[in-house]
């Protein structure tokens, strides 16, 4: 496999990931949600590995990701800590932790990614040198986070207004056929348009 196949391999299995974690930081109990984003974060390192050939270790891998993550972490604690106020804590601190999750799991695998396209391995890991490449590859992580949920949300709405739309065409045969009258035609249709 050459280095751009290698590269653009890399950075699939990383937006995977990254897409993976934003759904179980979504998970509304506090804790599990850590806890899984973990285990994606440490399959995503474990299948880095396996492309660029590295022996994986696992001890070596969670003490490089905890070292490289110390910080946002405290980020994250606080969306926890929101997602335990009932109702609107549960929503506001998914959609935090989503963001926050994804931006983890992009930061700490394109950290991994650049660290093994240089020869690196986990023996010579110096996370304190990395830490800086890491809070920067956070940010952007954020916002590429973001951009892939406002990207869902666009999906939903396009799929949300096709079915609507073939409800109304629905209706419409139900009227045309004489199973509903006019009357209820309308009802029903102001009912599904929200009116």
């Known amino acids: 496999m050459n ?47 396996a492309l660029y050939g590295i022996e994986f270790n696992k001890s070596k891998g969670k003490a490089v990701i905890t070292a490289l993550t110390s910080t946002s972490l405290a980020k994250m604690g606080a969306s926890r800590m929101i997602k335990m106020v009932p109702v609107i ?18 930061a700490i695998g394109e950290v991994f990614k650049k660290h093994f396209e240089t020869g690196g391995t986990f023996l010579d890991f110096d996370a304190d040198r990395l830490k800086k490449q890491y809070d920067e590859k956070f940010e952007k992580g954020k916002k590429e986070a973001e951009k892939i949920q406002k990207e869902t949300k666009q999906k939903d709405e396009v799929t949300e207004t096709s079915n609507m739309v073939t409800q109304l065409k629905e209706l419409a045969e139900l009227k045309e056929n004489g199973l509903i009258t006019a009357d209820e035609y309308e009802k029903l249709k102001a009912k599904l348009l929200g009116i």
């Open 3 to 49: 280095e751009e196949t290698r590269s653009t391999a890399a950075s699939t299995l990383i937006r995977s990931h990254m897409i993976w974690s934003m759904g179980a930081g979504v998970i509304p109990v506090p804790m599990v949600d850590f806890l899984a984003v973990s285990a994606i974060q440490m399959d995503m390192v474990k299948q880095l590995s």
């Open 89 to 106: 804590g549960s929503v506001l601190g998914a959609v935090t932790m989503s963001v926050l999750s994804g931006a983890s799991t992009y």
